[in-house]
């Protein structure tokens, strides 16, 4: 008599694992779309932000031009804010200098220019 016949065999089954892939792939996609989701609107923010500097810096440059020139400056500064599609918030002249302050998108950007 063979006696590995004798006593029945139990394994352990933990299921079929047809799909596991697909689940994980599914997971994996998900998380990696939620961090480029993440990292676009930080990259949106600190595109903003730069974009709120250059125009007060031009905003500015153009303002302590007009005042030089007997112009109005925060009318210049004004134009030129709004071709760089941006806001003027404010602006005020302290002496020879202009000093402004542009928001694109919410972020808001300073900027002095006067004579050198």
Request: charged share 20%; net charge negative; glycine share 8%.
């Amino acid at each position: 008599m063979n006696r590995a016949n004798t006593f029945p065999s139990r394994t352990l089954s933990l299921g079929n694992d047809n799909g596991y892939a697909t689940v994980t792939s599914v997971g994996i996609i998900a998380a990696v779309t939620s961090l480029l989701l993440v990292v676009a609107a930080v990259g949106a923010q600190v595109i903003a932000r730069h974009e709120a500097q250059v125009a007060a810096d031009m905003a500015a440059i153009a303002g302590a031009w007009a005042h030089a020139t007997g112009e109005d400056a925060c009318a210049a500064a004004g134009e030129i804010a709004a071709a760089n599609d941006a806001q003027l918030d404010n602006c005020r002249e302290e002496d020879r200098d202009v000093i402004v302050t542009a928001s694109v998108r919410g972020k808001e950007a300073s900027a002095k220019a006067g004579p050198i």
